[in-house]
Each structure stands twice: as structure tokens, then as C-alpha cells.
């Protein structure tokens, strides 16, 4: 189970004074301008299930996954099966439900499975707190904006039909999906649900977050934006069981999986790959104008566990930017990332950073260092790395990044504070400990 406390922690007791220099971000915005390198993607929704539940304030979830082919099972109801993956979640039998359909739907109607909405924008226009919209198979070419809020225990949910894969294909300028409150200068908009989405194409961010809480994006596949695959501020944010890949048009060197701001953010259980710099920017950024609070800004008290990185193209999996703070990276792989550009590291980047921050039980396998800092005399605790050892994924050139039987990351994991399940629902752990990485192996 998640816990924000793994978060609180202070440096531990074995901290050191890093005075390593170099392999820092570029002070520009000038990137290159061409692509290159990992295996890229084009559809189809994360294979799993069950989003781990939360405590002290963070959002909780009862999850579930579709499988690869989107057959839904839905006897588990998103609870951990053993070494079986989850099935999908069955609709909910609270509140309202909106359909909407990708064809043959109309906003005049009453949004009930047998009369559905046409557009997705008429569903969240008519939801209330504890309301779902429930997005048939199909492509919607349109984007999306949510203004109103949620309620604590009954958020507003935007998710798939079980078994069908509804994808947001981003034809109009701006971003594909937007969580902002009609007066977002000061003004803060809450407990909203992304689960089961194919979201692309966006023009900037494929999901725009601004001075959210208590948000949650799970078993959405994110990708093909020309920015980032999520972008914005906010706090008491979780992220969960998502595809994050192929985004950014390397123009500028801002194009990341995910570039985000403010307080207690949960990342895990995610295949970040493809992006075309950094796979997570946590961007300390304090001086956030709009913002309602202190909480919305800068970056810190992050929990990034249990996620695999890889195939980054310029940069490298995670950098804590701009005075983030107390942050921990715990039982992720970073594989094969900067495919592209050769130096720096190719892990975890300091960059202007707080300190505080801890490193756990994490995996790093490719080109440069696991670590870099810039500038030099930063501290940070750093424990069971396992470093230059091939993680034996089944198969990463064809994006499968579930483990072999003898993969060093098996069993390697800490165990505090770990997920109870991973990227498809499976119980974690399934051996001695928890495996490293999003998916656990099979014992």
C-alpha cells in the first residue's frame, strides 16, 4: 500500500555529499531536431489492472486493467488475483452514468447505453460529483475540458466501456484533455478520474492538469502529443498503470512524458518509454502565479515507485529540477534511456535541486552514469542500486518490459510502502520480495 510518509522522510542516515559535476539539463530550449532510437507505438490501452488504494490523503481508486486485446474480465472487480493480471472494473452501480458514443450518439439525447451522447463534452457538462461518463469503443476527435469539481469519496470519472477502447484523437489546437476550474487564476478543481483512455495527437499536452487535487490517471495510454503526455500542477495526484510514450516533436527540449509541479504526487506502476527528453520532469517551480496555495507548487514530498523507463531519447528517465525536495525514487528501472544524445546520465538528473531527496532499490542499465548533478554539492541518499545489470525484459525491442525468469530485478525490490499490485493487477509481491520494475514475474 501507498503511503504518504515514504514521501516525509528526511535524508538517510548514510547521506553523502555528491560533488559529481556535469550531465545536467541544457539552459535553452534548443533541442535537436530529429527523432531516432527506441521502438516507438501507435495504440492500445496498458494490459492490467487494480490501482493500489492510498493513505493520508492521497486519492484512492478501485482500478482494474483491460487486457492487450481489451477482452474485459470483470469477476475480480480490480481486485489482485494471485499471479492471474486483474480483470477490468464493472461500471459502477452508483450514480449517474453517461454514454457516449463515437457514432450514431446525439447531445439531444438522454445519454442513457440504449440513447447516447454524441460528444464527450456533453457527458462532463452534465456530470456532478459522484456522476461517471463512459466512453464507447471508437475514435473521438475532440478535446475536452473538465471546470467543476468532484466530491471527497464521489469523483467525476471519464473512463472506457469494459472491454472497449475509446480513443481521443486530438484533431483541434490545445490540449486534448483538460482538468481547469472556470476561474483558474486562484481557483483549485478536484477528485476527477481518468481510467481506460487512449489519449493522443495533443497539441501541447495530451492532459493538461491545472491546480488540481486529488486527480487520478490509470490505465490510460498517453502518447503522439507534440509536448507531454501530462503536463501542469497540482497536489495529491496519482498516476497509475499508464502507457506514457512517443511524445514530444523535439523541437524545443520541454517535451516530456510527464512535467508537472507541486505537492505529494504518486507515480507508479507506469512504462514511461519513447519520450523525447525526459521521461518525469519534477519541476520545483515556487513561483507559480496562478496557484491557490503553497501546495501547488514547487515539488516535492513525490513517491515515483515501481515504474520501468526506457528509450528516452535526449535526456534521461527522471530529472528534479528547480529546488525539488524530499522526494523518493524507489524500485524503477531505467533502461536504454538518451538513445539519442550520448552524454550525461542516463537515470536520475539533479538539476538546481533541493535536497533530501532518496534513491531505492532502483535499476539502471545503459550508456553514462545512473546519476548526475549540476551543479556539484547536492545531497542525497542513494541504497541497493543495481547498476550495469541487463534487466531481461521478454522482449524491449518489441516493447514487452515484463521480466525472465532470471532477471536480476527479480526479488530486489523494498518492500515499504511498495504497491500491493503492479501494471496489470497482479499481487505484488509474487516472490521473496518485490521485483523492481512495473510488472511482477510470475513465481
Not at 501507498?2 to 547521506?15: E, F, H, R, V, Y
Not at 507548487?297 to 526506457?310: K, P, R
Request: charged residues 15%.
Amino acid at each position: 500500500m501507498l503511503a504518504t510518509g515514504a514521501c516525509q522522510a528526511g535524508p538517510a542516515a548514510d547521506d553523502r555529499l555528491v560533488t559529481a559535476d556535469g550531465g545536467g539539463p541544457s539552459t535553452d530550449d534548443q533541442g535537436p531536431t530529429t527523432g531516432g532510437g527506441g521502438p516507438t507505438t501507435d495504440g492500445g490501452l496498458p494490459t492490467g489492472g487494480g490501482l493500489p488504494t492510498t493513505e493520508g490523503g492521497l486519492p484512492t481508486t478501485d482500478g482494474g486493467e483491460s487486457t492487450a486485446d481489451g477482452a474485459a474480465s470483470t469477476e475480480s472487480g480490480g481486485e489482485p488475483l494471485g499471479c492471474d493480471a486483474a480483470g477490468e472494473t464493472p461500471l459502477p452501480d452508483t450514480g449517474q452514468l453517461y454514454f457516449v458514443a463515437a457514432s450514431g450518439g446525439s447531445d439531444s439525447n438522454a445519454g442513457d447505453e440504449a440513447a447516447p451522447l454524441a460528444t464527450i463534452q456533453e457527458g462532463i457538462d452534465r456530470a456532478v460529483a459522484g456522476d461517471t461518463i463512459v466512453l464507447r469503443g471508437g475514435t473521438y476527435t475532440q478535446n475536452v475540458r473538465f471546470r467543476d469539481s468532484g466530491e471527497e469519496g464521489q469523483p467525476i470519472t471519464l473512463r472506457n466501456y469494459p472491454g472497449e477502447t475509446p480513443v481521443i484523437d486530438n484533431e483541434h489546437d490545445g490540449n486534448a484533455i483538460v482538468i481547469q476550474a472556470t476561474n483558474y487564476q486562484g481557483g483549485a478543481i478536484g477528485w476527477i478520474t481518468l481510467d481506460g483512455l487512449e489519449v493522443k495527437n495533443g497539441h501541447g499536452k495530451n492532459i493538461e492538469i491545472t491546480n488540481g487535487h486529488d486527480i487520478v490517471v490509470t490505465r490510460c495510454h498517453l502518447h503522439s502529443s507534440n509536448g507531454q503526455g501530462i503536463g501542469g500542477n497540482g497536489t495529491r495526484v496519482l498516476i497509475d498503470g499508464n502507457v506514457i510514450a512517443d511524445n514530444g516533436d523535439f523541437v524545443g527540449n520541454q517535451e516530456h512524458g510527464i512535467y508537472t509541479s507541486g505537492k505529494s504526487w504518486t507515480i507508479s506502476n507506469n512504462l514511461i518509454y519513447g519520450n523525447a527528453f525526459w521521461g518525469i520532469q519534477v519541476a520545483g517551480y515556487e513561483d507559480i502565479s496562478y496557484a491557490p496555495g503553497p501546495e501547488y507548487t514547487g515539488a516535492s514530498d513525490w513517491f515515483i515507485v515501481n515504474n520501468t523507463f526506457a528509450f528516452a531519447h535526449n535526456r534521461s528517465g527522471i530529472v528534479l529540477y528547480a529546488g525539488a525536495e524530499n522526494d523518493v525514487i524507489q524500485n524503477n528501472i531505467f533502461f536504454n534511456n538518451r538513445t539519442d544524445e550520448g552524454s550525461g546520465d542516463s537515470g536520475v538528473s539533479f538539476y538546481n535541486s533541493g535536497g533530501g531527496h532518496q534513491l531505492i532499490n532502483n535499476l539502471h542499465f545503459g550508456p553514462g552514469p545512473f546519476v548526475s548533478i549540476h551543479p556539484a554539492g547536492m545531497y542525497y541518499s542513494e541504497t541497493g542500486t543495481i547498476d550495469g545489470e541487463d534487466p531481461l525484459f521478454v522482449d524491449a525491442d518489441s516493447l514487452d518490459f515484463h521480466l525472465q525468469a532470471d532477471s536480476p530485478a527479480k526479488n530486489q525490490g523494498a518492500a515499504t510502502d511498495a504497491p500491493a499490485t503492479d501494471h496489470e493487477g497482479r499481487s505484488r509481491p509474487q516472490g521473496a520480495g518485490p521485483d523492481v520494475g512495473a510488472f511482477e514475474a510470475c513465481e
